[in-house]
């Protein structure tokens, strides 16, 4: 019988006013046995006797009979003196050897910018219910909590022992100490969380240790239990994203499972950890982690483990789910960070529309394919209440329209031969090869794997940041990246592209099973771009990335095909060409500037990098001027793709042959080299410099005639 029954409601009163059955009965004019029927479930309570149960306990109908309203006082009491009396933090012992932990290494991993915590919180919603029949759920929530909820909140939380951790961490002259210090100030007054909810998902199943989903959220570091090859990485570092995204490096987990655990446990599960370094606490000394949940002991050391079937606790740390919607998690951050803030005043509910956007932009197939349902809320104290300020289904289709039209005219199979005007889309196959796998019992041989390339003729209405761009997916449902196009071709219409790997091709269930495999292997944990990873040198036979390089030049082959001019044969070319170039242009300029050296130096209070840049073959009498771009590489070892590798300069500061012009370096006339500093926003930086590996590239190369 479930734990949110009328029966389990019915027990909670009785509990709460110590009233036994044979008292109720007497009450209620009914017989003991009657009452023990009910509470066995072995019979079912009619109308007549509901309305009595009401009257005798003075409870609302609603509240008794489906659960829905505000649930009694004097339950809400006893619930919070049970949470109370059972709860706490448990924090793990510092190691008897003395080494000592600088932080979390799951956090300075993953990048927070650009929507990585909504790929990644994504991803794991999808995989949670690949095998769950039905539409899998998302729901975001940024939480204001001030005044009495806040209130409510920290008690429940056990905020004045906890604190304490917090403390001793935040006086620590190191960064993540700093970071601290700056997370309890914004905690103080008022705390932004950001909650997370899945529904009609598989749910944190598993037991408190050994493998299953809940371990490896919620104990296991840098270990990822994977449903199937083709799922989006489970809980491996990637997770790192959910603590990175929290000023005090803390997240709470509440849980409904899909199936019950041993011993009849499925609903409400509660755990909660944080991830701090090394601290000390009076004369106890702690290695970084602690867990909030139920306290045992074992092994003569008190741990937290899960905390079930308590309602009002999940209630009162603003994690109360929706029993309608089926099994999940909700996730919960405390101390939203989101960069933003730093750079612009973003309120909360500014940070839901821009949520909004980012759940659009990467799970534009998903959703279209109405794999995913996602919404987007936003909850403000008012009145010393939380309140519903907000609340938007995720509309891809208004969000990102070309690529959606796209999916649904190849479902609908109303594609075109050719791009002859604005709406029109072509579908293509490209070919991937995926290269020989040899890990040991998942063997298989080379072989051509087909993706789906889907070409759409743009409206000239539809020129946005994405316009000539192509977005690459899998099987997932997520975008995993986009490419520009934006120089394809002269004379190219306007376009946009998806191109659909792995299962999402749909071609064959077997060879796009293990394309979908072969490309997962070549995703990092930030999911943002295909490309060398150690999984990928281990499982596959040598040439995997250079496979993955022609796959996409077959793209955007492809592409070209479709959106070039067409030139009639026997011709000289199209006229807009002839009257396009202009042959008197002497000595077009050209990008033959690369970076020679990069030295890494501290100047003044500042990290900074010295670079030296030279022209390939002769000087010329010319000023060239170029953009000095500064990437910091990921956990993959690669570095220069896609914004959220970018390191913000503060500075550009010319040392010799060169001079500096609004953030751009000009290499003067006869010159072949220039040395320069950039000076770095080290503030911005999550990874310290001196754990950090810089790569630099120029930008916007060109050379003009000096006067």
């Given at each position: 019988?479930?734990?949110?029954?009328?029966?389990?409601?019915?027990?909670?009163?009785?509990?709460?006013?110590?009233?036994?059955?044979?008292?109720?009965?007497?009450?209620?004019?009914?017989?003991?046995?009657?009452?023990?029927?009910?509470?066995?479930?072995?019979?079912?309570?009619?109308?007549?006797?509901?309305?009595?149960?009401?009257?005798?306990?003075?409870?609302?109908?609603?509240?008794?009979?489906?659960?829905?309203?505000?649930?009694?006082?004097?339950?809400?009491?006893?619930?919070?003196?049970?949470?109370?009396?059972?709860?706490?933090?448990?924090?793990?012992?510092?190691?008897?050897?003395?080494?000592?932990?600088?932080?979390?290494?799951?956090?300075?991993?993953?990048?927070?910018?650009?929507?990585?915590?909504?790929?990644?919180?994504?991803?794991?919603?999808?995989?949670?219910?690949?095998?769950?029949?039905?539409?899998?759920?998302?729901?975001?929530?940024?939480?204001?909590?001030?005044?009495?909820?806040?209130?409510?909140?920290?008690?429940?939380?056990?905020?004045?022992?906890?604190?304490?951790?917090?403390?001793?961490?935040?006086?620590?002259?190191?960064?993540?100490?700093?970071?601290?210090?700056?997370?309890?100030?914004?905690?103080?007054?008022?705390?932004?969380?950001?909650?997370l909810e899945d529904y009609n998902a598989i749910g944190l199943t598993g037991p408190e240790s050994d493998d299953g989903n809940f371990t490896n959220l919620t104990k296991n570091e840098l270990y990822s239990l994977k449903a199937s090859g083709t799922s989006g990485g489970n809980h491996g570092l990637g997770k790192g994203v959910y603590w990175a995204s929290s000023w005090i490096n803390t997240v709470l987990f509440h849980s409904n499972l899909s199936k019950p655990e041993p011993g009849g446990y499925q609903n409400n599960r509660i755990i909660g950890r944080t991830n701090l370094c090394f601290h000390k606490v009076g004369e106890n000394k702690y290695s970084g982690p602690g867990w909030f949940g139920q306290t045992r002991e074992h092994n003569g050391a008190k741990i937290s483990v899960s905390m079930w079937d308590n309602e009002q606790l999940a209630s009162d740390l603003c994690m109360q789910r929706d029993r309608d919607k089926g099994p999940g998690t909700t996730t919960l951050i405390i101390g939203y960070l989101h960069y933003n803030e730093s750079d612009s005043d973003n309120s909360p509910k500014d940070l839901s529309h821009e949520i909004m956007n980012n759940i659009a932009k990467w799970f534009t197939p998903a959703i279209a394919e109405n794999k995913l349902r996602a919404y987007v809320k936003f909850i403000d104290t008012v009145d010393d209440e939380l309140e519903e300020v907000t609340s938007e289904k995720v509309d891809v289709e208004n969000h990102m329209e070309p690529f959606f039209d796209m999916l649904i005219k190849d479902v609908a199979d109303e594609t075109s031969t050719t791009l002859s005007e604005p709406g029109d889309v072509v579908r293509l196959k490209v070919p991937l090869i995926v290269p020989e796998r040899r890990l040991e019992g998942h063997e298989h041989d080379e072989f051509t794997h087909q993706a789906k390339l889907l070409i759409r003729y743009a409206r000239d209405d539809e020129k946005d940041q994405l316009f000539q761009h192509m977005s690459f997916n899998r099987g997932v449902g997520m975008t995993v990246n986009f490419k520009s196009f934006r120089n394809i071709t002269f004379g190219a219409i306007p376009f946009h592209a998806i191109l659909l790997c792995g299962t999402s091709a749909g071609y064959d269930k077997k060879t796009d099973s293990l394309a979908d495999q072969f490309l997962r292997t070549a995703e990092p944990p930030a999911h943002d771009r295909w490309g060398p990873t150690d999984e990928l040198k281990t499982d596959y036979k040598l040439g995997g990335i250079k496979k993955i390089k022609d796959f996409f030049d077959e793209a955007k082959k492809s592409i070209k095909s479709q959106v070039g001019p067409i030139t009639p044969k026997g011709t000289d070319g199209p006229n807009f060409l002839k009257n396009f170039f202009r042959f008197d242009i002497v000595n077009p300029a050209s990008p033959a500037f690369t970076v020679k050296e990069v030295d890494r130096i501290i100047d003044g209070d500042s990290m900074a990098l010295n670079i030296k840049v030279r022209k390939s073959g002769p000087a010329e009498k010319k000023i060239f001027e170029m953009e000095p771009i500064v990437?910091?590489?990921?956990?993959?070892?690669?570095?220069?793709?896609?914004?959220?590798?970018?390191?913000?300069?503060?500075?550009?500061?010319?040392?010799?042959g060169c001079s500096e012009d609004n953030g751009r370096i000009l290499i003067k006339p006869e010159k072949r080299i220039g040395t320069f500093k950039v000076l770095l926003d080290e503030d911005k930086m999550l990874v310290p410099q001196h754990l950090s590996v810089f790569d630099v590239e120029l930008k916007s190369i060109r050379g003009r005639e000096t006067d």
């Amino acid at each position: 019988m479930g734990k949110n029954s009328i029966i389990a409601r019915l027990q909670a009163l009785m509990d709460a006013k110590e009233i036994k059955r044979k008292k109720l009965a007497e009450g209620i004019g009914s017989s003991a046995p009657q009452v023990s029927d009910w509470l066995n479930g072995n019979r079912n309570i009619g109308k007549q006797n509901l309305g009595k149960l009401i009257k005798y306990f003075g409870v609302d109908e609603a509240w008794l009979s489906d659960g829905k309203g505000e649930t009694p006082d004097i339950i809400q009491e006893k619930s919070r003196a049970d949470y109370s009396e059972k709860t706490g933090w448990n924090f793990q012992a510092a190691p008897p050897d003395g080494s000592k932990s600088g932080g979390d290494m799951m956090s300075y991993g993953v990048d927070v910018k650009k929507g990585t915590l909504e790929k990644e919180d994504g991803q794991n919603t999808s995989d949670a219910g690949e095998n769950i029949p039905g539409v899998t759920e998302k729901v975001i929530t940024v939480i204001r909590l001030k005044g009495k909820p806040l209130v409510r909140f920290k008690k429940a939380l056990k905020w004045d022992d906890f604190s304490k951790h917090l403390r001793e961490v935040a006086k620590k002259q190191t960064k993540f100490g700093k970071k601290m210090k700056f997370g309890l100030e914004q905690c103080k007054n008022e705390i932004i969380l950001l909650r997370l909810e899945d529904y009609n998902a598989i749910g944190l199943t598993g037991p408190e240790s050994d493998d299953g989903n809940f371990t490896n959220l919620t104990k296991n570091e840098l270990y990822s239990l994977k449903a199937s090859g083709t799922s989006g990485g489970n809980h491996g570092l990637g997770k790192g994203v959910y603590w990175a995204s929290s000023w005090i490096n803390t997240v709470l987990f509440h849980s409904n499972l899909s199936k019950p655990e041993p011993g009849g446990y499925q609903n409400n599960r509660i755990i909660g950890r944080t991830n701090l370094c090394f601290h000390k606490v009076g004369e106890n000394k702690y290695s970084g982690p602690g867990w909030f949940g139920q306290t045992r002991e074992h092994n003569g050391a008190k741990i937290s483990v899960s905390m079930w079937d308590n309602e009002q606790l999940a209630s009162d740390l603003c994690m109360q789910r929706d029993r309608d919607k089926g099994p999940g998690t909700t996730t919960l951050i405390i101390g939203y960070l989101h960069y933003n803030e730093s750079d612009s005043d973003n309120s909360p509910k500014d940070l839901s529309h821009e949520i909004m956007n980012n759940i659009a932009k990467w799970f534009t197939p998903a959703i279209a394919e109405n794999k995913l349902r996602a919404y987007v809320k936003f909850i403000d104290t008012v009145d010393d209440e939380l309140e519903e300020v907000t609340s938007e289904k995720v509309d891809v289709e208004n969000h990102m329209e070309p690529f959606f039209d796209m999916l649904i005219k190849d479902v609908a199979d109303e594609t075109s031969t050719t791009l002859s005007e604005p709406g029109d889309v072509v579908r293509l196959k490209v070919p991937l090869i995926v290269p020989e796998r040899r890990l040991e019992g998942h063997e298989h041989d080379e072989f051509t794997h087909q993706a789906k390339l889907l070409i759409r003729y743009a409206r000239d209405d539809e020129k946005d940041q994405l316009f000539q761009h192509m977005s690459f997916n899998r099987g997932v449902g997520m975008t995993v990246n986009f490419k520009s196009f934006r120089n394809i071709t002269f004379g190219a219409i306007p376009f946009h592209a998806i191109l659909l790997c792995g299962t999402s091709a749909g071609y064959d269930k077997k060879t796009d099973s293990l394309a979908d495999q072969f490309l997962r292997t070549a995703e990092p944990p930030a999911h943002d771009r295909w490309g060398p990873t150690d999984e990928l040198k281990t499982d596959y036979k040598l040439g995997g990335i250079k496979k993955i390089k022609d796959f996409f030049d077959e793209a955007k082959k492809s592409i070209k095909s479709q959106v070039g001019p067409i030139t009639p044969k026997g011709t000289d070319g199209p006229n807009f060409l002839k009257n396009f170039f202009r042959f008197d242009i002497v000595n077009p300029a050209s990008p033959a500037f690369t970076v020679k050296e990069v030295d890494r130096i501290i100047d003044g209070d500042s990290m900074a990098l010295n670079i030296k840049v030279r022209k390939s073959g002769p000087a010329e009498k010319k000023i060239f001027e170029m953009e000095p771009i500064v990437y910091l590489e990921d956990e993959s070892g690669h570095a220069g793709q896609g914004q959220s590798a970018t390191v913000e300069v503060k500075e550009v500061v010319p040392v010799s042959g060169c001079s500096e012009d609004n953030g751009r370096i000009l290499i003067k006339p006869e010159k072949r080299i220039g040395t320069f500093k950039v000076l770095l926003d080290e503030d911005k930086m999550l990874v310290p410099q001196h754990l950090s590996v810089f790569d630099v590239e120029l930008k916007s190369i060109r050379g003009r005639e000096t006067d």
